[in-house]
């Protein structure tokens, strides 16, 4: 939608309406999706994969939030937010519910299959928008045996070889500044950051085939966007596409200590996890590209400065200039196009986050974040510490305090409060429970 989740509804999962305005579990019907801004502007519109913006409760029958209500001429792929990738529940072509698979149905093979059915179906000349959104990488672990031994070898080495691996990598890349230390976060893990040789043999190797699972979950997918770039060739469309990648919101800690390990090496350099605001939460891989420059080695650059999931929308409409067809406030976004042709520095500006009260607040170079609601705030400068290292709100009471202000204020115009911080599952059973007895 172009705006911050709690505003449309979705401030927690789909998991349980809450009935209160930031928390509806699915997205409101009030604001346009992409989906229906591109089709006003005249798009043919396709979406293949998760979708996970529909309240659970409405799985077994269409209750106007699909993906074919909300903009989507085609649809193929899962509504929930998690499941098997050899049998996930509910997959949906359009508005048909789909409960037979072939006994070599792979999610991850049968999303991409579907996305290239589309651009092949695509009629000639006419725009095209298309969403594939991926599972994998994604807990629960699953890939073919045989892609899962192609990559065991690389992680038997373990975490610590690897993570420096890769913080070497990243700086051979400019991703990191060349001087810049690998940072460990003991804090995260009860006070002493583990290593490979704190970990029993049978650790060591369920660790590392769950790390060949996880790669080969994410090859899977590499191989399925090469055959996307391929249909689209096939089509002559690919000089005249322009493709935006991004992942996740983080690695997940989900599923024990090992786990914790995987989404620790998966996040290196960044502190902590999927949840929570902190980098290590809130930081996606982003890359924007034209298809006429598709595997080139040149052209290509890296840049530091910060983005926003609000930015997509604004981005869609400025790349193909279309106007936002909905009569409501201007969207808080920007388009990341002027920044992207020529480098252009993007204007400072205050960005807000909040989940399962995992609160942040990003202004300019300074951040102040706090695990959950019952935590202190921290006050990093992330031009010195983007790691989140070393807390600064004593050294800078005033900025914690002018930043906790301004988060406030959002919060309260955003739908955010009351805070929650219930686990999981007591948090659906409290709200079904208190919906219950409103009723009665």
């Known amino acids: ?41 005249g798009y043919r519109t396709y979406m ?29 792929g899962c509504l929930s937010g998690g499941g098997s990738y050899y049998t996930p ?7 048909t519910r789909i409960k037979d698979f072939p006994k070599d149905y792979y999610y991850t093979t049968a ?66 500044p060349q001087d810049a230390q690998l940072p460990v976060f003991p804090q995260e893990f009860g006070g002493k950051h583990p290593a490979w040789a704190d970990l029993t043999p049978e650790q060591q190797a369920q660790w590392t085939a769950d790390m060949a699972t996880y790669a080969a979950m994410i090859e899977i997918m590499d191989d399925g966007i090469g055959r ?33 390990l995987r989404a620790d090496l998966s996040n290196t350099p960044y502190r902590s996890y999927k949840q929570w605001t902190f980098n290590g939460g809130i930081s996606a891989p982003f890359i924007l590209t034209r298809g006429s420059d598709w595997g080139k080695e040149a052209g290509g650059r890296i840049s530091r400065q910060t983005g926003h999931i609000i930015d997509i929308l604004p981005t ?12 409501a406030d201007a969207l808080p976004g920007i388009s990341l196009l002027p920044f992207a042709e020529d480098e252009t520095k993007l204007a400072d500006r205050t960005l807000f986050f909040e989940h399962q009260s995992s609160c942040a607040v990003i202004d300019g170079h300074w951040k102040l974040v706090r695990a959950d609601r019952r935590s202190p705030w921290e006050l990093h400068d992330l031009s010195t510490d983007p790691y989140e290292l070393h807390d600064l709100s004593a050294i800078h009471p005033d900025k914690a305090k002018e ?30 429970e208190k919906k219950n007895t409103e009723d009665l």
């Not at 930043?403 to 709200?431: C, H, M, N, Q």
């Open 1 to 41: 939608t172009g705006r911050y989740q709690h505003t449309v509804g979705m401030g927690w999962m789909t998991a349980v309406d809450e009935h209160r305005p930031g928390y509806r579990g699915q997205i409101t019907d009030s604001v346009p999706t992409i989906a229906e801004v591109m089709r006003a502007n």
């Open 48 to 76: 293949s994969g998760k979708w996970h913006v529909t309240v659970d409760e409405a799985f077994d029958a269409p209750n106007g939030s699909y993906p074919t209500q909300r903009g989507f001429d085609q649809y193929y």
């Open 89 to 95: 529940t509910p997959v949906y072509r359009n508005l």
């Open 111 to 176: 999303i991409t299959d579907s996305a290239t059915a589309f651009i092949r179906r695509h009629p000639a000349g006419e725009p095209m928008f298309l969403y594939v959104a991926h599972y994998a990488p994604h807990l629960p672990l699953h890939a073919p045996a045989d892609r899962v031994e192609k990559c065991r070898p690389r992680y038997e080495c373990g975490f610590d070889v690897l993570r420096q691996r890769r913080f070497e990598r990243q700086k051979e890349l400019g991703i990191v």
């Open 228 to 260: 996307l770039v391929d249909a689209l060739r096939s089509r002559g469309m690919l000089d005249n596409t322009v493709f935006i990648f991004l992942s996740d919101n983080g690695a997940t800690l989900e599923g024990g200590y090992l786990n914790q």
């Open 316 to 327: 869609c409409l400025d790349l193909a200039s279309a106007r936002y067809t909905a009569s």
């Open 403 to 432: 930043l906790e202000e301004k988060w406030t204020d959002w919060a309260k115009e955003s739908d955010v409060f009351p805070l929650e911080d219930l686990p999981w599952g007591e948090r659906i059973r409290y709200y079904k």
